[in-house]
Structures are given as C-alpha cells and as structure tokens.
C-alpha cells in the first residue's frame, strides 16, 4: 500500500480505465463479503470463531476501501488538481 500510495503521489501512475473495472469489481466483492462477515458475525453466528472476531474483519474493510479509492482513480473518478473552482458553482 504504501509502495502505491507513492507512486500516486508522485504522479507516476498512468490511468488505466480497464484496470479500474478490475480493481472496482474486485474492491466491491471484497467489502460486500466483509460487511456480510461483520453483519451476520454480529447478528447470528458469533458463536463461531471466524465470525465472532470483528477487528480483522474491520482491517479488511480498510484494504477493501483502498482498493475501491485505486478503483476511482484509475475510473478517472477523483479530480487530478484537487481544486475547487468557485466560479464554476456560481453559474
């Protein structure tokens, strides 16, 4: 993560739209499996191990959001210049 979090930073990342689907796709599997886990976890099976044990489930939910954020920029979701043009509300 923080390998990639660098490389974004330093603007040497390409966007790739096909990519993006990838990583969307996957990102959201990957959370909606960590909710399912945490909410029938919390809800009827907490007896078991795997599901009684919340904080891994919350870290995968962390890694699932990082993959999504990687998702929006490669889907051209997240502005390159991060800066809000006032003039552009206005009208």
């Not at 930073?9 to 739209?17: G, I």
């Not at 096909?18 to 996957?26: R, Y």
């Not at 976890?41 to 990687?70: I, R």
Request: positive net charge.
């Amino acid at each position: 993560m923080i390998r990639i979090t660098r490389k974004h930073a330093a603007d040497c990342v390409q966007k790739n739209p096909i990519k993006g689907k990838w990583l969307l796709t996957l990102g959201a599997l990957y959370f909606f499996s960590m909710s399912a886990r945490l909410v029938i976890g919390f809800a009827n099976l907490s007896t078991l191990p795997w599901f009684h044990k919340s904080l891994p489930a919350f870290f995968h939910l962390v890694l699932a959001t990082f993959v999504l954020s990687l998702a929006a920029f490669h889907m051209d979701w997240i502005c390159k210049n991060n800066k809000l043009d006032v003039s552009e509300g206005l009208q």
